[in-house]
């Protein structure tokens, strides 16, 4: 089975997206997209605490996309940006779904396997104490972050993380997460 980029961006052409990204994931990119669903929740008069929920989660989002997305793989002939992320956001029944999808090194597939399924399996009480103890244990990774990133998102949302991973070639594969807002 093989990777088809642009059959995976294909697939969002539900009437409910509110927005749908795909590229370079820069700190500019970021800042675009939070002003334009802040502006586009405001007018659609979404209840002020779902949309800062919405909107936090859109954050933790952006910076895991901006500081771990890998470059392209060199099987991709057609994608010429590097740091290729994807995002979509969409209403959905009482709520959002914020999907994100990058490259990963096969060699990350499985730590983060583990980790989402970790973060999975806990309450809302464990998540807390996780968040915890990563603040107060943890140091910060050669990309800049603690390991917070989908512990917080998963605290913050009350939601399981889905995931999923797409084979691109030896070397990459396509990471694929669904973050339920409500």
């Given at each position: 089975m093989?990777?088809?980029l642009n059959e995976y961006c294909?697939?969002?052409t539900n009437k409910n997206v509110i927005l749908t990204i795909k590229g370079s994931i820069t700190s500019e990119v970021i800042n675009r997209v939070l002003e334009n669903v802040e502006e586009k929740l405001v007018d659609a008069e979404v209840d002020g605490k779902i949309r800062k929920k919405v909107y936090n989660v859109l954050v933790e989002s952006l910076q895991n996309l901006y500081h771990h997305t890998e470059e392209v793989?060199?099987?991709?002939t057609?994608?010429?940006d590097?740091?290729?992320?994807?995002?979509t956001i969409e209403s959905k029944d009482n709520g959002f779904l914020i999907t994100t999808g990058n490259f990963v090194a096969n060699s990350r597939v499985k730590p983060l396997k583990e980790k989402?399924?970790?973060?999975?399996?806990?309450?809302l009480d464990e998540l807390k104490d996780m968040y915890k103890f990563i603040l107060n244990h943890q140091k910060l990774t050669a990309k800049g972050g603690g390991g917070?990133?989908?512990v917080d998102i998963a605290r913050k949302t009350g939601h399981k993380l889905g995931y999923s991973f797409t084979d691109v070639d030896e070397q990459f594969s396509f990471f694929n997460l669904e973050i339920f807002v409500s």
């Amino acid at each position: 089975m093989s990777f088809d980029l642009n059959e995976y961006c294909s697939n969002v052409t539900n009437k409910n997206v509110i927005l749908t990204i795909k590229g370079s994931i820069t700190s500019e990119v970021i800042n675009r997209v939070l002003e334009n669903v802040e502006e586009k929740l405001v007018d659609a008069e979404v209840d002020g605490k779902i949309r800062k929920k919405v909107y936090n989660v859109l954050v933790e989002s952006l910076q895991n996309l901006y500081h771990h997305t890998e470059e392209v793989p060199s099987t991709l002939t057609d994608v010429s940006d590097n740091k290729f992320g994807v995002v979509t956001i969409e209403s959905k029944d009482n709520g959002f779904l914020i999907t994100t999808g990058n490259f990963v090194a096969n060699s990350r597939v499985k730590p983060l396997k583990e980790k989402i399924d970790k973060i999975n399996s806990l309450n809302l009480d464990e998540l807390k104490d996780m968040y915890k103890f990563i603040l107060n244990h943890q140091k910060l990774t050669a990309k800049g972050g603690g390991g917070l990133g989908l512990v917080d998102i998963a605290r913050k949302t009350g939601h399981k993380l889905g995931y999923s991973f797409t084979d691109v070639d030896e070397q990459f594969s396509f990471f694929n997460l669904e973050i339920f807002v409500s």
